[in-house]
């Protein structure tokens, strides 16, 4: 790991903490086995950072095999400098690990210095980092000490995720099943992100915006969205027999 003087604070680029591609330590393994296994955060939810840190997980960067990864970008860009003791250090490598550079620019933010007016309220009403935190990513309101670095000494502590709540990352999909008198499809990004980063998906197969995806059973037919994996080898396929892998239940919530 790289230590560099940025902002008169020790910092440690972590891009090249990352463990190389080749090792697999995860594949041959459940869901539910490596779950348990791996670290959570202060809301019990799983530490995919540290997971990976950790070499505890080695997801793919694409789902076409032999492709091969970008390396992180060993970048830390200094936020709300204005803002004593709550300055925040984002780090491009932890970022550029899942994420393509252009999962977030420019649609998200601007690449430019000051161009993004980021505050509290905006991250909470899904703007920014909220497009993925609160949803996919550990929530704004359990990480304050994992953005925020000096709120870290307060220690804070918060209550543990219920066990009935929805697992991060799980998007109820019913824009056609309760058409065709399917229970809704319930998407289950911990599952897939034990075996690929976000970017193998993303911006290429799906759109990271509510309702931009139109996936419907001919796409699928045709080899497209998820169908590029679940083709009955290198994931079950898309047949009668397999039909309730995906539709799972009703939908709650499926705004």
């Avoid at 348990?36 to 960067?61: E, H, I, S």
């Avoid at 990864?69 to 300055?87: I, K, Q, S, T, Y």
């Avoid at 543990?160 to 499809?185: C, F, W």
Wanted: net charge negative; with cysteine.
């Amino acid at each position: 790991m790289t230590p560099c003087l940025y902002a008169g604070v020790m910092l440690t680029l972590l891009g090249d903490a990352f463990p190389s591609e080749g090792a697999d330590v995860s594949r041959n393994q459940s869901y539910e086995a490596l779950a348990q296994t791996l670290p959570k955060d202060m809301r019990g939810n799983l530490d995919w950072d540290a997971a990976v840190r950790g070499g505890l997980l080695n997801p793919l960067p694409t789902i076409d095999p032999g492709v091969p990864a970008r390396p992180p970008l060993p970048l830390d860009v200094l936020l709300d400098p204005h803002m004593p003791g709550l300055e925040v250090v984002f780090s491009h490598a932890t970022h550029t690990y899942w994420l393509g550079c252009d999962s977030c620019h420019p649609s998200i933010s601007v690449m430019q210095a000051g161009a993004n007016p980021i505050t509290m309220e905006k991250i909470y009403q899904g703007e920014y980092c909220g497009r993925c935190h609160g949803s996919v990513a550990f929530a704004v309101d359990s990480g304050c000490s994992r953005c925020h670095a000096r709120a870290a000494a307060a220690k804070p502590t918060l209550p543990a995720r219920k066990t009935t709540d929805e697992a991060l990352g799980d998007i109820v999909m019913d824009r056609h099943s309760s058409a065709n008198y399917q229970p809704a499809v319930v998407f289950r990004h911990s599952t897939h992100r034990m075996h690929f980063r976000c970017s193998a998906c993303h911006q290429d197969v799906f759109k990271m915006r509510a309702g931009a995806n139109e996936i419907t059973m001919d796409t699928l037919q045709a080899g497209e969205s998820c169908a590029r994996c679940h083709d009955g080898l290198r994931a079950f396929g898309v047949a009668p027999e397999t039909c309730s892998e995906c539709h799972s239940r009703e939908a709650r919530n499926a705004g």
